[in-house]
């Protein structure tokens, strides 16, 4: 099942470094260590399994390499999607530092982590306030809801509910538990990042080893979660990595494109919602300006076709999960994208499946079908 060509934006990473050894200062942001620690921590939650690391043959045929998986985050703790392993043990890492007692965590989502949030929140027994902004859909908030949180709706984007959680954060003492981080709120964000990291044991603990991976971009600290742990571990041999975006909002793109984190104005208005992010987080940046060897972003369409795709096979995948796949199938298309990232028909692609229907109404409007119909 080939994709159909649109148009896309690629570049190779300018500020690539891919012999210098994960250092000191990468390790202040995130380690093999911390991951170790996170999937020790993780592996303990009533409901922990490993995700399953789908193949996929009749894409890897029709896009010319030995393999692709899908790594499917669609039933992570129920929640749907991958989120819980960063904001849920951020807020078990806050609780244990601080203890329960009075303790409120607030953060800004797109819908994901604000339920991972509320739902780590219900775990530990303690409040939680999030922020979401005008775009968010009313299904994705009340899916938030449903864990015992309060939602309050404020800003246009992402970026603006960010700010709203910190100043209401700031004037009751809350503590935030925010996925992307900024000049001197750093602690928190590390730990969602090393969360991710899990994402990365898991596969390896089934012995696959990828020659590319395609990982989607919000803010870029899933990017950022999975790279650290394999350049720490596989320095130079490292997959080859490419940072996926939407169109509207690739400021991971841009970034590279500048050499400094740079954030992207306008509505942002993307149908990958979980992505809809207009300015970097800084420490994931400080990962991936010299670890990601490159940053493609990509059209709605190619996100929808390969959400329908998928579903043809089965699969049910939400749209900000199949961005990375999409991107693939594009690059595997086209043939400048395929030498830049030396793709042939040996590679082995792993692709992270980061959501399920997580708002199955969304869902059923994109594919044509409901996630149930779709999986029975
Ligand atoms: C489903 C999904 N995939 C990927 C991402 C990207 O994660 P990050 O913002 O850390 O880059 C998000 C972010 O919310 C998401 O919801």
Known sequence: MPINPLPTRFLLNPSL???KPYGADERTILSMAGGRDALAAIRLWEGYKPTPLLSLPTMAAACGVASVQYKDEGQRFGLKSFKALGGAYAVQRLVERYGPANMTVTCATDGNHGRAVAWGARRAGIRAVIFVHEGVSEGRAKAISAFGAEVRREGRTYDDSVRASARAAEF???HIVSDTSWPGYEDTPKAVMQGYAVLAMEI???GVRPSHIFVQGGVGGLAAGVLSYRWERFGPDRPIMT???????ACLLASA?????????GDLDTVMAGLACGEPSL???HILKPGAD?????PDAAAIETMRDLATLGIVAGESGVAGLAGFRLAAQDPAMRAALQIDNASRIVVYGTEGATDPDVYR??????PEDVTA
């Open 172 to 174: 009751h003492g809350w």
């Open 243 to 249: 940072v996926v975006e939407p169109d509207k909002a």
């Open 204 to 206: 390896e603990a089934e």
């Open 283 to 285: 420490l994931a940046w």
């Open 294 to 298: 490159a940053f493609m972003a990509i």
């Open 365 to 370: 409007a994109l594919v044509g079908q409901s």
């Open 257 to 265: 494109h500048a050499g400094i984190p740079t954030a992207v104005d």
């Open 17 to 19: 470094d891919r012999l």
